[in-house]
């Protein structure tokens, strides 16, 4: 038996549109935070046929058998028994499938002695889902060109972010990000400015980050965010992932930055807002967003660590 543990990650330069190629490559450069709290463990099992259980039901995930059928190939793996448990809502835009694959992409490497290095497995857990490329590294994470690989751009202790998680719906979402993406490639008609612009919004927010310029972040961090969510409600038909308490947090947290709280926002295809912080304001932050109507659940996450192997013995949400 083995375990594997990832956190989700949050982009703060989206990803939202793929090449027209194999191997599930983004069209744009993307880079994102890995959270810690918020933990996916997988458990991988030998067993007679290849079975695939999520929080405790066993469940037929299409993405999970294709990487798997992939991997089964290319390894000759046996079969497995893989049981996947989050700790936080799934499909909902809180980067569960990023979490899984990453987990479930590490732990098939060390159940079955592949000795994948780091970058191996960002580009099989990419196959699953490619945000997912990014919660093999820890920190401060890159997903770029040629490669494709996510590559570490800082470690965790470089900028100690905080991030507070505004839950506005535990619903899962209606439209998956793989086929609303598509949508908005196919239909948007700012999809061509979207490709244009992402790698100076990539160069900008990997300069902050490196300058720990919290300003300069906030500015990109939002405008790419924003733009991505143009994409969606410029889509045909529209992509609408917002709730009316998500659009109340958000004009709640341009308020504080106005009063002078180093804050601001991201969002991804789900109705939660993603509140990133210095640490001297996560406590207004958290309390304030708490207060915005229509919000059902605060969740505070520091930055973590990379996908990994842990023991029976490990606590489950350990950073
Ligand atoms: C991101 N998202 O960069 C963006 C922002 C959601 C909004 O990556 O088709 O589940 O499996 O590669 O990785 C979610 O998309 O899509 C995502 P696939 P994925 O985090």
């Known amino acids: 038996m083995t375990r594997a543990l990832a956190h989700p990650n949050i982009a703060l330069v989206k990803y939202w549109g793929k090449q027209n190629k194999t191997g599930n490559m983004p069209a744009t450069p993307n880079l994102s935070i890995t959270l810690s709290e918020l933990t996916a463990v997988t458990t991988i099992n030998d067993s007679d046929r290849f079975r695939f259980q999520l929080n405790g039901q066993q469940v037929n995930d299409p993405k999970v058998s ?44 060390a159940h079955c002695h592949l000795g994948m290095d780091a970058a191996l497995r960002s580009e099989w857990a990419r196959r699953g889902s490619a945000s997912a490329a990014r919660s093999i590294c820890g920190g401060f994470v890159a997903l770029v060109p040629p490669d494709w690989q996510a590559q570490s751009l800082a470690p965790t202790n470089h900028w100690p972010l905080e991030v507070v998680v505004a839950v506005t719906s535990h619903d899962a979402k209606a439209v998956s990000s793989s086929e609303g993406m598509e949508r908005s490639r196919l239909t948007s008609p700012f999809y061509n400015q979207w490709l244009r612009s992402a790698g100076d919004d990539y160069a900008e927010a990997a300069l902050a980050i490196a300058t720990r310029d ?39 947290i341009r308020e504080l930055r106005n009063h002078g709280e180093a804050v601001f926002f991201t969002v991804d295809a789900g109705p939660q807002i993603k509140a990133v912080c210095l640490p001297e304001s996560r406590v207004t932050v958290a309390k304030a967003l708490s207060e915005v109507p229509g919000v059902l659940e605060i969740l505070s996450c520091s930055l973590g660590e990379g996908a990994r192997i842990i023991d029976d013995e490990e606590p489950l949400t350990g950073r």
């Open 214 to 252: 919290f300003e300069k972040l906030a500015t990109v961090a939002e405008l790419s965010c924003l733009k991505m969510h143009s994409l969606m409600l410029t889509s045909s038909p529209t992509l609408s992932y917002w709730t009316p308490a998500s659009v109340a947090c958000m004009d709640r």
């Open 66 to 109: 294709a990487l798997i059928a992939t991997m089964t190939d290319t390894f000759s793996l046996p079969p497995l028994q893989i049981d996947s448990t989050n700790n936080f809502p799934t499909s909902a835009g809180l980067a569960s499938s990023a979490a899984g694959f990453a987990a479930l992409v590490t732990g098939i490497d």
